[in-house]
């Protein structure tokens, strides 16, 4: 079956550093994968997500990149703000109809 | 509109009972997943429904845990003689429709379930 692999595991920034968060899969039937932002106490929220058919997605502050031969994707965060502060997790799957595999996710924590 | 919802929010049950944790999904959304969610780490696959077929229940970790979704909307997560290893975050997810490009799976508030 996929497994995910995430790296850092936790990962402290000051306010308006960027900051990077890698993530390896091994199934290469893989094709959609997804970030996930998890305050304490609260359910995963989606903020950006990347198929396999794309190599780089932006929405405002954050980017997805995605290598499918090496099967790694990352998340970029710029100009990092406080609120940013919360686990992150990555995911992969193999589409609609089917699990989400996670890596074990990293604390981020931006100090003002 | 209204999100996946999830009750009750918490549970404590003693070692040995049966509880039962419920979710509605978003309306009209097809897909249904539970995952596991252990303190501290990412959550884990239990089972995905399509309407009211059980697709899938790899993840499930033995035969105590058991769910249904009868009517192809609201499912119920059912553990049986529940030991402390199951102490953990319940998480249900749903999706529109089985299909490429509305598969993104919106998560529920979770269940805190603790077993004394």
């Known amino acids: 079956g996929e497994n995910v692999e995430q790296h850092p595991s936790t990962l402290s920034v000051q306010e308006g550093d960027s900051a990077v968060i890698k993530c390896t899969y091994s199934?290469?039937?893989?094709?959609?994968f997804p970030w996930y932002k998890q305050e304490l106490g609260k359910r995963p929220q989606l903020i950006i997500d990347?198929?396999?058919?794309?190599g780089e997605k932006k929405d405002q502050r954050i980017a997805v990149t995605l290598n499918k031969t090496a099967k790694h994707f990352s998340l970029h965060i710029t100009e990092t703000q406080p609120e940013d502060s919360a686990v992150y997790f990555c995911a992969a799957s193999r589409g609609a109809g089917n699990m989400l595999t996670f890596g074990g996710g990293t604390r981020l924590m931006v100090k003002p | 509109g209204a999100g996946v919802s999830q009750s009750p929010r918490y549970k404590v049950a003693k070692r040995g009972q049966d509880v039962a944790l419920r979710c509605d999904p978003i309306s009209g959304h097809v897909s249904l997943f539970w995952y596991q969610q252990a303190l501290g780490q990412g959550p884990e696959f239990l089972t995905y429904f399509q309407n009211e077929a059980q697709l899938d229940k790899s993840g499930l970790p033995s035969d105590r845990f058991f769910a249904e979704r009868p009517e192809g909307s609201v499912s119920t997560l059912k553990i049986q003689r529940t030991q402390q290893e199951d102490s953990a975050v319940y998480l249900c997810a749903s999706s529109l429709e089985a299909a490429a490009s509305t598969d993104t799976q919106y998560f529920g508030p979770g269940t805190r379930l603790t077993v004394l």
């Open positions: 990347i198929r396999s058919n794309v």
């Open positions: 199934d290469s039937a893989s094709n959609y």
